[in-house]
């Protein structure tokens, strides 16, 4: 089992609509938790971070972790062609500079 | 600042060639990744850096790659002989520190496909 999963999609919705994407994860340690967005044939770039459990907004985007559950959530309110990309989760324990990826959700948002 | 740097953007190679990737990372960055990506496997991260020294390899999946930084604006990805299952799209990445708030920054990507 992997430790980090991630539905890759691929997902498709109208302008305007609310996106919800997740990751499931199977080490209780991680603290740190991520999504990148990923435009087509170009290196991720980070989107958003939080530490431990809650929420955290940023613009349109909220991310939500749930660690009761190792469940966390990237809500993209209204959607926009210029979020198409691949979004991934990753996340980091405590100590150690390691990462642990989802392989990543393809979104792409219809004007 | 220019980003992380890779180079070439695509490399075509033919089974038991010798393959080189390089990367200039953020001038001031003390730590550099390679990272291979994959559809089945994602992200994976193959070795890093700190301030010129590996620090964990465990990563890279067999004798036939390495990799070297031999000063803080230069590293190598190398792989020799290539095979098919080494295609991938393989990035750099580097980063000023270590604590959360210092973002990763990923360079373009390498595609490398391995016939």
């Known amino acids: 089992q992997k430790e980090v999963e991630q539905d890759p999609g691929p997902l498709s919705v109208p302008e305007g609509a609310i996106v919800s994407l997740n990751c499931t994860y199977s080490?209780?340690?991680?603290?740190?938790f991520m999504w990148y967005r990923q435009y087509s044939r170009k290196g991720p770039e980070l989107l958003m971070y939080?530490?431990?459990?809650g929420n955290k907004e940023d613009g349109r985007f909220t991310a939500q972790v749930d660690k009761s559950s190792k469940y966390i959530s990237l809500f993209i309110r209204d959607s926009q062609p210029s979020d198409s990309a691949t979004y991934l989760c990753?996340?980091?324990?405590?100590?150690?500079?390691?990462?642990?990826f989802g392989t990543g959700t393809s979104l792409t948002v219809i004007p | 600042d220019a980003g992380v740097i890779q180079s070439p953007r695509h490399e075509v190679t033919e089974m038991g060639q010798e393959v080189t990737l390089r990367c200039k990372p953020i001038?001031?960055?003390?730590?550099l990744f390679w990272y291979r990506q994959t559809m089945m496997r994602g992200l994976e991260l193959l070795i890093y850096?700190?301030?010129?020294?590996?620090?964990?390899d465990s990563g890279m999946p067999e004798d036939r790659f390495s990799a070297k930084m031999p000063n803080a604006s230069f590293s190598t990805l190398k792989i020799q002989p290539s095979e098919p299952r080494d295609s991938a799209v393989y990035f750099c990445?580097?980063?000023?520190?270590?604590?959360?708030?210092?973002?990763?920054?990923f360079g373009p990507g390498t595609r490398l496909t391995v016939l």
């Open positions: 080490n209780s340690a991680f603290q740190y």
């Open positions: 990445a580097s980063r000023r520190g270590i604590t959360v708030t210092d973002t990763q920054y």
């Open positions: 001038s001031g960055h003390d730590y």
């Open positions: 939080t530490y431990s459990s």
């Open positions: 850096f700190n301030n010129n020294v590996p620090i964990d």
């Open positions: 990753a996340m980091r324990l405590r100590t150690g500079n390691q990462f642990y």
